[in-house]
């Protein structure tokens, strides 16, 4: 916790110092008891953003040749992402796969903090997609508050395909918590896509994005 909470300040004193991004909500993340947060995706940044920003540890995945890449630069990102609580998936493995939800189910059992992105993968053209329902199966089956989290202008952070980044203005906004019943993992299909389009309704509200009604098909690379 202490490697955890040294890089976090840092790298919170490093975004708010050079993009001073505004921040609204935070008093909505619970102060204990487990919780998921449901961002949407505009940039390859967003994950370092939410864990940097929020009040409590929020384990994301991480693409697992983060944590094997040779080298100096290979060991810190190895130490960056194992210090804010990422988890390593393999590249193509989707979010909302069974294993992957499970891995984020024991998480929740422990009183932590997760983050899902609802969408899959981030949206290269700046709308917010129709939301995978890994999401609504999480807040079913634990029972645990979504806290929906709106990211506006991440994107202009690092362009997709740019290797660089640039410093740039943006808002986190974190909406007020969804509860849903907890019925465990054997619940309905219409269930889980009930609770899911509720959560990308909030995200939506917060985001002011423009909608559509297909998922995003993008490769997977985040």
């Known amino acids: 916790m202490a490697m955890f909470d040294a890089i976090r300040w840092t790298t919170r004193g490093l975004v708010t110092t050079t993009c001073r991004p505004t921040v609204i909500g935070l008093g909505n993340v619970p102060k204990e008891g487990p919780f998921i947060v449901a961002p949407n995706h505009l940039s390859f940044l967003d994950s370092v953003i939410v864990q940097a920003l929020m009040p409590r540890p929020v384990a994301f995945f991480a693409k697992a040749?983060?944590?094997?890449?040779?080298?100096?630069?290979?060991?810190?990102?190895?130490?960056?992402?194992?210090?804010?609580?990422?988890?390593?998936?393999?590249?193509?493995?989707?979010?909302?796969?069974?294993?992957?939800?499970?891995?984020?189910?024991?998480?929740l059992d422990s009183g932590r903090g997760v983050g899902i992105y609802p969408e899959g993968t981030r949206s290269r053209d700046g709308i917010l997609y129709r939301g995978r329902t890994g999401v609504g199966w999480l807040a079913?089956?634990?029972?645990?508050?979504?806290?929906?989290?709106?990211?506006?202008?991440?994107?202009?952070?690092?362009?997709?395909?740019?290797?660089?980044?640039?410093?740039?203005?943006?808002?986190?906004?974190?909406?007020?918590?969804?509860?849903?019943?907890?019925?465990?993992?054997?619940?309905?299909?219409?269930?889980?896509?009930?609770?899911?389009?509720?959560?990308?309704?909030?995200?939506?509200?917060?985001?002011?994005?423009?909608?559509?009604?297909?998922?995003?098909?993008?490769?997977?690379?985040?």
């Open 65 to 107: 040749e983060y944590f094997t890449t040779g080298g100096v630069k290979g060991k810190v990102m190895k130490s960056f992402f194992e210090a804010v609580g990422s988890i390593p998936v393999e590249r193509g493995e989707q979010a909302a796969s069974v294993q992957a939800l499970k891995t984020l189910l024991e998480i």
């Open 140 to 222: 079913l089956t634990t029972g645990a508050p979504v806290i929906p989290v709106g990211l506006i202008g991440t994107e202009n952070l690092q362009p997709a395909d740019s290797k660089s980044v640039k410093p740039q203005h943006f808002t986190m906004k974190v909406g007020e918590p969804l509860y849903f019943d907890k019925t465990g993992p054997d619940h309905s299909l219409p269930a889980r896509r009930q609770a899911t389009d509720r959560i990308m309704d909030a995200i939506a509200e917060l985001s002011g994005q423009e909608r559509s009604t297909s998922y995003n098909q993008s490769k997977v690379t985040d």
